[in-house]
């Protein structure tokens, strides 16, 4: 999961398409412009190092003599590459960034993009190979003073620049105008690659879960040096990581796994859904595979847990969910499928011609496990995708061209599998390719974006805030480790608040997307005592106030982050409220216009009490005698209607 996550704050999917938006208004900008580049440490570059940026271990940002102005500006790529860096801003306030930059040869590009600071992540780009100024503006949140700049080069064999990072404060962000209820768009189903997404109807189920728990697992939790990146970031070969995690004493023994435990612990937490990791990126499948090549407990330890645990799930009433890398680092094809173009890699493979034969068993021993997984293990109804890029570089069309992931398998595939790996469609003697094999043995089964084909679910990742609109154009899903620093165990690490937590699954609801938050087992299989009291806590609250969340979409009006936000169903509108509204020492709380809507009643969710209220003039309504103290983090006040919220 690490690489997603560093990803996801970069914006993965404007890895994919890039949307440039809209500067703001020209009368909302007030002429006090302030160059405020100091909030930016080494803004240009001219310390001759990446003071003040971070970046990932690709090493692909670097110090050039290459400038736009001074002496040094920064060197991104080859192949994917960035740095990022986080500051402080003025909250409430309007910002403008910009930065010169340009690409090498014209057929690649370099963004620069913002978030974090309370709005959606913006980007803006360009491919021309002169230095040329690009720029973004937008509006911090009242709530928030954070901003994350990130200056990406996504893809491509030749290298971007950038240079004069400069932050202007354009002004005091206006006064928030009244929303009317937004119209919610008719959801156009995608079709890619001979698969089309799951019809409203079938995604309805997975929306009105709202709240799962991840659970990543492997032979990683017996390493305390590192989570589930922990071979690659200490770069270990296989045979001493698997040796490790074979010690009988102080490797991966699961002795204390018991899947109803951790099933009754997530529905107690409040959870619907579970999603387990049935094989992680290093390889190890926690299930029976038949592949000659294959690692997995069945071999070492003499159990299927992907058994044990989907029956315990299935048997507590929750939704069964799996989560599958197909990548595995135990290839070193992975890094140089076509065996003449190895990439950047921290073991050193050099490109050799076996490689791609390697590839290739690689690609035979996921067709034999994801077949595998999708027959043997019941229904399933939720499937995690993650790692289904190549040699950890985005390139979305080699993905799709690799792994055959769509309806079918080309026969003409340069990476073929071989016969007793495939399934063949009954009336058209095809070879099925990924999604064939789910529509075929698990129709129903949701599947996310990160295995070359669209998904019906999008995946957010991270610790940082969900932001920005109500998510109309897809469906979504953020994932969030509740452990800090990773998503495999890791001893002694801190948690999430319970406060936290609530926040970042209500900030979640009324962007109508689920929150999927990660638990991290030990070797033994236990869930760390200070990850359990976050769960239990979060379960006794969502028992009191889970009608705001379960069942519940986004709307009918805009969220303002930080400050509060709407959920709906039938005829109530749920105001979930934070501890970062404006107004929040008045005890009362406002609404947006509900129109010629009439009010029934309001109650705090949290005790059940009625609360006054009254209509304005100008159609919103004012919630009185609010005691925010019941749960200062999150509010979650039920306004019911004398009709349905849309008719």
């Not at 200056?151 to 962000?173: F, M, N, V, W």
């Not at 939704?319 to 065996?339: A, E, F, K, Q």
Request: net charge negative.
């Amino acid at each position: 999961m690490k690489f997603y996550s560093k990803l996801s704050r970069m914006g993965m999917v404007l890895f994919l398409c890039f949307i440039i938006n809209q500067p703001l208004k020209a009368q909302t900008v007030k002429a006090i412009a302030k160059d405020e580049t100091h909030f930016i440490t080494n803004a240009d570059f001219e310390t001759g190092t990446l003071e003040g940026w971070k970046y990932w271990k690709t090493k692909s940002s670097v110090i050039t003599t290459d400038a736009y102005s001074g002496q040094y500006a920064v060197k991104i790529g080859p192949e994917r590459g960035f740095c990022i860096q986080e500051t402080k801003v003025r909250s409430n306030s309007l910002y403008r960034i910009s930065a010169y930059v340009k690409t090498e040869s014209g057929a690649e590009e370099v963004q620069l993009m913002v978030s974090d600071y309370g709005g959606s992540e913006k980007s803006v780009s360009s491919s021309l190979t002169e230095y040329t100024q690009v720029s973004i503006d937008f509006q911090t949140a009242y709530a928030s003073d954070n901003l994350l700049i990130s200056l990406i080069h996504p893809s491509g064999k030749r290298i971007g620049y950038a240079d004069q990072i400069e932050l202007t404060y354009l002004g005091e962000a206006p006064q928030p105008e009244i929303q009317e209820f937004i119209s919610i768009p008719e959801r156009i189903l995608k079709e890619e690659n001979g698969v089309s997404q799951l019809s409203n109807e079938k995604m309805d189920r997975f929306l009105n879960d709202r709240f799962g728990m991840f659970i990543h697992w492997g032979v990683y939790a017996a390493f305390d040096e590192g989570n589930e990146w922990v071979r690659h970031g200490e770069v270990y070969g296989q045979e001493y990581y698997q040796r490790r995690a074979r010690d009988l004493e102080t490797g991966f023994t699961a002795s204390k796994f018991d899947a109803s435990k951790w099933a009754d612990l997530a529905k107690k937490a409040g959870m619907k859904y579970m999603v387990l990791t049935s094989r992680h990126h290093d390889g190890y499948a926690l299930f029976d595979s038949k592949h000659s090549s294959s690692w997995t407990s069945k071999k070492d330890l003499g159990r299927d847990f992907v058994k044990e645990y989907t029956d315990a799930v299935r048997a507590s009433g929750l939704h069964v969910g799996l989560y599958y890398s197909p990548m595995s680092w135990r290839y070193p094809g992975y890094y140089d499928v076509y065996g003449n173009n190895v990439k950047p890699n921290v073991w050193g493979y050099k490109t050799a011609a076996w490689h791609k034969k390697d590839a290739q068993a690689m690609k035979e021993e996921v067709y034999e496990q994801v077949t595998t997984l999708l027959k043997d293990y019941g229904t399933i109804d939720y499937m995690f995708w993650d790692g289904g890029w190549l040699s950890q570089t985005v390139n979305p069309e080699l993905e799709r061209t690799f792994w055959d992931s769509g309806q079918y398998q080309n026969p003409n595939n340069e990476w073929p599998i071989k016969d007793k790996y495939v399934i063949k469609e009954a009336h058209t003697d095809k070879p099925l390719g990924i999604m064939g094999l789910v529509r075929k043995f698990q129709p129903d089964m949701v599947v996310n974006e990160r295995f070359g084909w669209v998904g019906d679910v999008q995946a957010e990742e991270g610790g940082s805030s969900t932001s920005g609109d109500i998510r109309f154009e897809h469906y979504g899903e953020k994932c969030v480790s509740l452990q800090k620093g990773g998503w495999g165990y890791r001893p002694n690490r801190q948690v999430y608040s319970f406060e936290e937590v609530a926040v970042y699954l209500s900030n979640c609801v009324v962007r109508n997307i689920n929150l999927l938050l990660n638990v991290a087992p030990d070797r033994e299989g236990v869930i760390p005592d200070n990850q359990q009291e976050v769960l239990l806590k979060t379960g006794d609250w969502l028992s009191k106030v889970g009608n705001g969340i379960y069942g519940t979409r986004g709307g009918p009006w805009q969220p303002l982050f930080g400050e509060y936000g709407f959920s709906f169903n039938d005829n109530k509108i749920y105001c979930h409220i934070y501890e970062g509204y404006r107004d929040l020492n008045s005890g009362k709380f406002t609404t947006q216009s509900i129109g010629n809507k009439k009010v029934r009643k309001v109650i705090n969710l949290y005790d059940g009490k009625e609360l006054s209220w009254i209509k304005n003039d100008n159609n919103t309504v004012t919630v009185s005698d609010i005691d925010y103290s019941l749960n200062p983090a999150t509010t979650i006040l039920e306004m019911t209607l004398t009709e349905p919220v849309y008719k």
